[in-house]
């Protein structure tokens, strides 16, 4: 019972990472057309330091993200186990 419950949790872990991943690359690059566009346009910032500016991702946008999903995925694990035999 344990084995299935660690593989339903991996498998729902990798589903998660490759669903959040694409809305974090996207997030970062918007950001960082913004931040060029702003640079070319009419700021002296060097590429440095807006390289160093979205090094990391927010972490207001990845916890948004992460509470998104476990809306999203609240449930699946309920009806998972309606789906088990003798549960």
Known sequence: MKKI???QVKTQVKAQVTRI???IEES???????E????SSHSSRT???VAADLKDPPL????SLRDEEKKESMHQPALHLNQLPGV
Request: hydrophobic share 40%; proline share 4%.
């Open 21 to 23: 991943l694409p809305r």
């Open 47 to 49: 590429s440095y330091a």
């Open 60 to 63: 207001d946008q990845i916890k």
């Open 36 to 39: 060029v566009l702003t640079r």
């Open 5 to 7: 419950i660690k593989e």
């Open 28 to 34: 970062v690059n918007a950001q960082l057309e913004a």
